[in-house]
T-cell receptor
């Protein structure tokens, strides 16, 4: 079973920041949080991961709460090409497996 | 660039006719995965290999088999495709050192007629 919960859909105006929340209340101390996105009919694309500290790369920022039970993916200046399904995933403990939840469908509008 | 390659991108097969989907990687990752993704659903893990060790998901039908002849290649065999097996099939790889992120191929869209 997926270990994360996300809102099913969100809208964002082009040029504005998109803040995508994720709850992972059962996460354990050494489990990473991963974010992927999937544009229609393509394979999932890795965005970012985090453990305890906030992270930033050229695509996005990841804010993880101090208790690690939730996180937020931030796309600082959303574009129309950011329209996709965004998945927040926690690796299944002591395995090599990622189990996808239902994700958030982000629609960026002009 | 290092990558995960899937061939073909689109595959059409007939009901009951065996079909094989291919995946290769240039990342030299130990772990390779196969996912099935049906329309408007999240990817669902079918099985994965850790090197040559095969790990099947409990709810993966026997109709689905896999082979990994070497580190670079992995195959998905569907022995008798049914109409319900029409889906996107995704291959992914990951390393065995943190942070273990997975890299996905573009997928093969399977149509069963």
């Amino acid at each position: 079973d997926a270990k994360t919960t996300q809102p099913p859909s969100m809208d964002c105006a082009e040029g504005r920041a998109a803040n995508l929340p994720c709850n992972h209340s059962t996460i354990s101390g050494n489990e990473y949080v991963y974010w992927y996105r999937q544009i229609h009919s393509q394979g999932p694309q890795y965005i970012i991961h985090g453990l305890k500290n906030n992270e930033t790369n050229e695509m996005a920022s990841l804010i993880i709460t101090e208790d690690r039970k939730s996180s937020t993916l931030i796309l600082p200046h959303a574009t129309l090409r950011d329209t996709a399904v965004y998945y927040c995933i926690v690796r299944v403990r002591n395995t090599d497996k990622l189990i996808f939840g239902t994700g958030t469908r982000l629609q960026v509008f002009p | 660039d290092a990558m995960v390659i899937q061939n073909p991108r689109y595959q059409v097969t007939q009901f009951g006719k065996p079909v094989t989907l291919s995946c290769s990687q240039t990342l030299n990752h130990n772990v390779m995965y196969w996912y099935q993704q049906k329309s408007s659903q999240a990817p669902k893990l079918l099985f994965h290999y850790y090197d040559k060790d095969f790990n099947n998901e409990a709810d993966t039908p026997d109709n689905f088999q896999s082979r990994r002849p070497n580190t670079s290649f992995c195959f998905l065999d569907i022995r008798s495709p049914g109409l319900g097996d029409a889906a996107m099939y995704l291959c992914a790889t990951s390393s065995v050192v943190p942070p273990y992120e997975q890299y996905f191929g573009p997928g093969t869209r399977l149509t069963v007629t």
